[in-house]
């Protein structure tokens, strides 16, 4: 199995090491740190209403949207007082989970 | 009155009911490429060894139109035979009998021979091929389930505990063979899942096969829920022979020994293994040079390739080994190879089985994800496993021994009886090119040339700490061995151990970072 494979380089404290990838390491996701402006789905699920429209002005504690998701109904609401961005998501659209739903941004 | 006709009635009775679901069914069996579940008993038991209990159970369902119905043997049949001569129990689900579905009658069937195999203290093989609960019998299927985990569970550390997934096996079904020791899995027709394809995709919306979502491949290679993966089902009953040949009966028995065997001439330790530790090789071929007959009987071989366990003999008696693979991803430690180490040593500990660690690592995986799924719980599992260990536990340090890496697999700290170190072995907080760039971070940084001065830094770090002899002088090593007397060593180490006592502060049990 391992044989067969070419033998790449993996850095581990300042040493190179010559070996083979698991499909685990090879399929790592590079960390990002998240963006407070950015709203992402925890859950697959469908959206069933949307609240907000571009440009418009926000509260904290407003619900955006509602994502449903094994049969409950979640409610997205503003973390902080704010304007929506831009609203990547229509209603009835059914989403993945870590989708981009809506961008937003704080007011100054 | 002769007895003759009450014979001639029971081998009727018994043809009848041996016939399980009836030839329709058999044929729908052999169309998906399976073997019935009778078929499969008399394949993996010594030959005219099976005795069959429990073959005239019916099933007690009273609802949905089903107290009209006959269940053959409801669906599962239990006995006991041996294989190469020895004891086993066995039970085996008949998916051509209403899919092989539980019920409360094919639960207690199963319990049956559980209870038997406990108390007999004999290994136990469950073949499982059913399409979960019977639905028509509501709770009573649900409590069939608890009452088989429950004895998995009692059973566990007791005697070995093997389950065969040779069809579907979803649901609650699935936590059978999770608590058991061994679980075997055959291409195309193993499929093992919480939730199938559909809800899967009716909740969540996500498309996926079944065998995708939880086939033999998926098992054997992503979720490490399968330890031994097999292409036909003959080839996975020649896995579980040879499994049974290397483990002893219960915790009470050793393994049985073979006769001693030589390695193979010709395989030598000192060709296999380069200098530089950051030239990887195959470290099976090492593992090969010292066993009996080179041979050596892989577990879990496709999860977490980055360290290999598996059982050989040395001088006739099985021993477990526990190997970093410089070949994947240098041998490091990380999550999946920490939880399938410290599961091997749980095994080889609870059934008496000597453990040898061959150690070649630098260290522990760095990563975000790594940190973020939970290495730290998880590598605590190897060190939990390797310090409640009482079994004979030996190590030979080959090369790499650095930081925590070097702690885990199996230190002098962990109470290792013996530790043996090749003159190559760099036993070190860390490898000299990360040493060097924070014992002389100043002198670097200040030097006309850093590069040249961190190349000089290295070397004299390697010079002074890459080598087996600093921790020698602790008596953490006890000693420093040439890698061609590697076998003769450990089996004077194995024979010293052979009566040792060692135990545990009394206590219910531990608390282990599950």
Redo the contacts between chains.
């Keep these: 199995?391992?044989?067969e494979k070419e033998?790449k380089n993996?850095v581990?404290?300042?040493?190179?090491?010559?070996?083979?990838?698991?499909?685990?390491?090879e399929n790592?996701?590079?960390?990002v740190s998240p963006d407070p402006n950015e709203l992402y789905s925890f859950i697959?699920?469908?959206i069933i209403d949307l609240f907000v429209k571009t440009k418009q002005k926000v509260k904290e504690g407003e619900t955006l949207l509602l994502l449903e998701?094994?049969k409950m109904e979640n409610q997205v609401r503003m973390p902080f007082d704010g304007e929506i961005v831009k609203i990547h998501v229509k209603k009835g659209e059914?989403?993945?989970n870590r989708h981009l739903m809506i961008e937003i941004k704080p007011t100054k | 009155m002769s007895l003759r006709s009450n014979v001639l009635d029971l081998r009727k009775r018994k043809k009848e009911v041996q016939k399980g679901g009836g030839d329709k069914a058999i044929e729908k069996q052999v169309k998906m490429g399976k073997l019935t579940a009778r078929e499969r008993i008399l394949a993996l038991l010594d030959k005219n060894s099976f005795h069959e209990y429990d073959l005239f159970v019916e099933h007690a369902a009273k609802d949905f139109g089903m107290e009209g119905k006959t269940l053959h043997g409801d669906g599962v049949i239990i006995g006991t035979g041996t294989i190469y001569d020895k004891p086993v129990c066995i039970f085996a689900q008949d998916f051509t009998v209403a899919g092989g579905s539980l019920g409360l009658m094919h639960a207690r069937k199963i319990t049956k021979i559980m209870d038997h195999a406990l108390k007999m203290r004999v290994p136990l093989i469950g073949i499982n091929d059913s399409g979960g609960a019977r639905i028509q019998e509501g709770v009573n299927s649900l409590a069939g389930y608890g009452e088989i985990f429950f004895r998995n569970t009692l059973a566990s550390g007791v005697i070995p505990q093997i389950s065969v997934i040779l069809g579907p096996c979803a649901g609650g079904a699935v936590y059978s063979p999770a608590l058991t020791d061994f679980v075997f899995v055959v291409e195309n027709i193993s499929k093992m899942f919480i939730t199938g394809p559909s809800v899967v995709k009716s909740v969540l919306g996500e498309e996926v096969s079944m065998e995708e979502l939880g086939g033999a491949k998926v098992h054997a290679e992503v979720t490490g829920n399968a330890h031994f993966y097999a292409e036909t089902e003959m080839e996975c009953f020649d896995q579980i022979k040879t499994l049974i040949s290397f483990i002893p009966r219960s915790n009470l028995k050793k393994a049985l020994p073979h006769k001693p065997k030589a390695p193979l001439k010709g395989v030598k330790v000192e060709d296999i293994v380069p200098a530089d530790p950051r030239i990887p090789y195959d470290m099976r071929d090492v593992l090969k040079s010292i066993t009996d007959g080179s041979e050596f009987f892989e577990v879990m071989e496709r999860f977490a390739p980055n360290i290999i366990v598996g059982f050989g003999r040395m001088n006739g008696e099985t021993v477990g080994f526990v190997a970093n693979q410089p070949m994947v991803l240098a041998g490091v430690l990380d999550i999946d190879s920490s939880d399938k180490a410290a599961r091997f040593i749980r095994y080889c500990d609870a059934f008496n089985i000597p453990i040898i660690t061959m150690e070649d690592l630098p260290g522990y995986l760095p990563g975000v994800d790594q940190e973020h799924a939970g290495v730290i719980r998880h590598g605590a599992k190897i060190l939990y496993a390797y310090s409640e260990a009482t079994v004979p536990k030996v190590t030979v340090i080959l090369r790499k021994a650095y930081g925590g890496g070097y702690i885990a697999m199996n230190s002098r700290h962990l109470r290792a009886d013996f530790v043996f170190a090749w003159p190559t072995a760099e036993i070190a907080v860390m490898g000299p090119e990360g040493a060097a760039n924070i014992v002389f971070r100043k002198e670097i940084a200040e030097a006309e040339n850093p590069d040249e001065m961190r190349q000089q830094k290295i070397e004299e770090y390697k010079e002074k700490f890459a080598n087996p002899y600093v921790a020698a002088a602790q008596g953490y090593i006890d000693e420093v061995i040439e890698p061609s007397d590697t076998r003769s060593r450990i089996l004077h180490a194995l024979q010293v151990s052979e009566n040792k006592s060692a135990s545990m502060p009394a206590k219910k049990h531990g608390i282990p970072p599950f």
């Design positions: 199995m391992a044989e033998l993996l581990i404290q300042g040493a190179v090491y010559k070996t083979t990838y698991t499909k685990r390491f790592r996701v590079n960390y697959p699920g469908t998701a094994m059914v989403i993945p």
